[in-house]
């Protein structure tokens, strides 16, 4: 899921769930650094990526990718999700993007 949250489509929100059964197979990874790619060839963007820290394999995935795309955490955007009716604190991170970004 992608959406853009800013008109220009300069503030995106990229989420992502992968099944129980199908983890540990770089899929998180392969998507997530394809779409970041990708939106970095359409123009100047902020990619916000939000995890649960209890979720050991989800919070794995976003540092290895903040790391590699130059992110950055941003404690004043955690904020509380729902999933499956229990609300959690989120971390959020951000990655800024545009034409001649490109990961580590």
Same mark, same amino acid.
């Given at each position: 899921?992608? #959406?853009?949250?800013? @008109?220009? %489509? !300069?503030? %995106? ?11 540990? /197979? %770089?899929? +998180?990874? !392969? ?14 963007? &902020? ?9 050991? +394999?989800?919070?794995? $995935?976003?540092?290895? $990718? ?5 992110? #950055?955490?941003?404690? =004043?955007?955690? =904020?509380?999700?729902?999933? +499956?009716? &229990? !609300?959690?604190?989120? #971390?959020? /991170?951000? &990655?800024?993007?545009?034409? %001649? $970004? =490109? @990961?580590?």
């Amino acid at each position: 899921m992608i #959406e853009l949250l800013d @008109p220009r %489509g !300069r503030l %995106g929100i990229l989420g992502y769930w992968v099944r129980s059964s199908e983890q540990r /197979h %770089g899929y +998180a990874r !392969r998507s997530i650094d394809s779409v970041l790619d990708w939106l970095g060839q359409v123009g100047e963007m &902020i990619v916000e990526v939000k995890v649960d820290p209890n979720n050991t +394999a989800g919070l794995k $995935t976003v540092i290895r $990718t903040v790391r590699k795309w130059k992110g #950055e955490r941003c404690v =004043s955007g955690d =904020s509380p999700i729902t999933v +499956a009716g &229990i !609300r959690t604190m989120h #971390e959020c /991170h951000l &990655i800024e993007l545009g034409p %001649g $970004t =490109s @990961p580590s």
